[in-house]
Nanobody, 122 residues
Framework: QVQLVESGGGLVQAGGSLRLSCAAS????????MGWFRQAPGKGREYVAI????????YYTDSVRGRFTISRDNAKNTVYLQMNSLKPVDTAVYYC???????????????WGQGTQVTVSS
């Protein structure tokens, strides 16, 4: 049974930082592409950042590029999202995702975490 367990969300003031973690189990982590997606109230789920199985390839949505960094530790079966210079528009539920291919498209994701709330106050 595949499990993706996120942690690290919370309430932070604008300009602050948070680091999300996602611990994976039940899958071959070091051959899985991983990603972070988010969903704000009343909006669809959008990709934030994705990383290849080796960590050599990363992609970021335009609104977070330069502020967020995705990374992974294959020895710990964990993927991270370091979020700096947070803005109120970053407020959303953040989901960890695993897939067999490197993709930005939610319908192609194979596994989802339960989500963690990130709230940025102005």
């Amino acid at each position: 049974q595949v499990q993706l367990v996120e942690s690290g969300g919370g309430l932070v003031q604008a300009g602050g930082s948070l680091r999300l973690s996602c611990a994976a189990s039940g899958l071959t982590f070091n051959s899985s592409a991983m990603g972070w997606f988010r969903q704000a109230p009343g909006k669809g789920r959008e990709y934030v950042a994705i990383i290849s199985w080796s960590g050599d390839t990363t992609y970021y949505t335009d609104s977070v590029r330069g502020r967020f960094t995705i990374s992974r530790d294959n020895a710990k079966n964990t993927v991270y999202l370091q979020m700096n210079s947070l803005k109120p528009v970053d407020t959303a539920v953040y989901y960890c995702a695993a897939s067999r291919i490197l993709t930005m498209k939610p319908p192609l994701i194979n596994y989802w975490g339960q989500g963690t709330q990130v709230t940025v106050s102005s």
